[in-house]
């Protein structure tokens, strides 16, 4: 099935800072999930794109699909302590799911 | 959206015993998932459970040491047997919405082998 390369693996920002996470493939990938985990939490979808150059954005997240749709990035604007968690993208192999090793956020008030 | 109950949430096993997760929906699906997250890992599909067949196993892993269940359409469960402290991580079934546009995920069970 299709992977996907996830940098960094670690980020500690200050609150207020902004993030980024990133996500590559070596295929041209159908589309692209991406999912938070909360610590202790299970993951929670947040977004799925689609399109070739998609951007799409949710409050003081964006998410992009790169032109080649091998590539995608999601952006956090002025983190919060509640974006603390571990964010993963995801790509379909058939219904399941090939998960990324996920960047995990700590946010400093 | 589809609400998924898992249990148990956690539990504390004796090396070489086996436990049994159960994974109920709140929706009739034809697929669920099994996913393992070892400790501070991403999540690593096990298998796909269908209803009515045998479960289809990934890479590394296999039937005998992770035998799995389907008897309807809404239930599951996972067994993992003879278990060894390298077993010790958190178990998560899935399911995906049925236009596959996104994933949910029971609580999770968080297994720790002693």
């Known amino acids: 099935g299709q992977q996907v390369m996830q940098i960094p693996q670690y980020q500690h920002v200050q609150e207020g800072e902004d993030f980024t996470t990133y996500c590559n493939s070596s295929t041209t990938l159908s589309n692209i999930q991406w999912y938070k985990q909360r610590p202790g939490g299970h993951p929670v979808f947040l977004i799925q794109?689609?399109?070739?150059?998609e951007v799409k954005k949710q409050k003081r997240l964006t998410f992009q699909f790169g032109e080649a749709k091998k590539n995608s990035s999601l952006h956090i604007t002025a983190t919060q302590t509640t974006d603390v968690g571990t964010y993963f993208c995801?790509?379909?192999?058939?219904?399941?799911?090939?998960f990324g090793k996920g960047t995990s956020l700590l946010v400093t008030p | 959206s589809a609400v998924i109950s898992q249990k148990p949430s956690r539990d504390i096993c004796q090396r070489g015993t086996s436990l049994t997760i159960q994974c109920q929906v709140d929706s009739q699906v034809t697929m669920m998932f099994w996913y393992r997250q070892q400790p501070g890992q991403s999540l690593t599909l096990i298998a796909t459970a269908n209803q009515g067949s045998e479960a289809t196993y990934e890479s590394g892993f296999v039937i005998d040491k992770f035998p799995i269940s389907r008897p309807n359409l809404t239930f599951s469960t996972l067994t993992v047997s003879n278990m060894s402290p390298e077993d010790s991580s958190i178990y998560l079934c899935s399911v995906v919405s049925p236009m596959n546009t996104e994933a949910f995920f029971g609580q999770g069970t968080r297994l720790t082998v002693v």
């Open positions: 794109l689609v399109k070739s150059g």
């Open positions: 995801a790509v379909g192999s058939g219904y399941a799911l090939n």
